[in-house]
């Protein structure tokens, strides 16, 4: 079995910044992709950001230039860096592995003055 724990999440200000992590039970390049997704209120878990073995990388259009996912490997950890946050980015953000194959608790990010 897989575990999957995120932190890192909470209240901030909008324009703030947030490192969110998420630690692996093993080692990360036994997954061909890492990710991060959201899902707020009312709609549907959405793609963020992903990180293949190989380190490319992808963003939705909404956080690009803003959210920066990498991977720290002798820790089993992937992270999404989240600067100049908006409320529109409020959600529980997940961490997956594999291709939808194993997801993490979430983390609540709530953006707001």
């Known amino acids: 079995q897989v575990q999957l724990v995120e932190s890192g999440g909470g209240l901030v200000q909008p324009g703030g910044s947030l490192r969110l992590s998420c630690v692996a039970s093993?080692?990360?390049?036994?997954?061909?992709?890492m990710g991060w997704y959201r899902q707020a209120p009312g709609k549907e878990r959405e793609l963020v950001a992903e990180l293949t073995n190989g380190g490319s990388t992808r963003y939705t259009l909404p956080v690009k230039g803003r959210f920066t996912i990498s991977r720290d490997t002798a820790k089993n950890t992937v992270y999404l860096q989240m600067n100049s946050l908006k409320p529109e980015d409020t959600a529980v953000y997940y961490c997956?592995?594999?291709?939808?194959?194993?997801w993490g608790q979430g983390t609540q990010v709530t953006v707001s003055s």
């Open positions: 093993r080692s990360i390049f036994s997954f061909n992709v």
């Open positions: 997956n592995a594999g291709v939808h194959e194993y």
